[in-house]
């Protein structure tokens, strides 16, 4: 059962910034069909004194997936976010096949993969 799956890691350099960056993702999500959250959208500090704001989401629905896709790039562009999210952030989207008889990788053609970094 092939799901489009959206990922991402947002830099900035707060705790507060990623915390608020995340709870306007999860704004976002509310009104989606999510399919599987396989993890909640997280906050961590890492060694550089950086803060990542992490999230994968598989949803039922493409055009869920797509928009979803589209609104984590609007925040790094010119949402009230925009300043907080630092360049080297990433979101991608794919055709999650893990679940096929026949695996593929997410990241080739096929899956229909495409990335955005700040």
Known sequence: M???RVQFELLTT???QATSVLASLT???A???VFDRPQPLTAERD???LTTG???????MVADAEAFFTEVQ???AAGPHAASILTGSRVSVHTCLHDEAISADCR???AGYAEAVK
Do not use: I, N
């Open 74 to 76: 609007a925040h790094w």
């Open 27 to 29: 704004a976002d999500l």
């Open 47 to 49: 060694v550089d004194g």
């Open 108 to 110: 080739s053609a096929a």
């Open 31 to 33: 009104p989606k069909a």
């Open 14 to 16: 707060t705790m507060g």
């Open 2 to 4: 092939a799901k489009r």
């Open 54 to 60: 992490r999230g994968h989401v598989r949803f039922a």
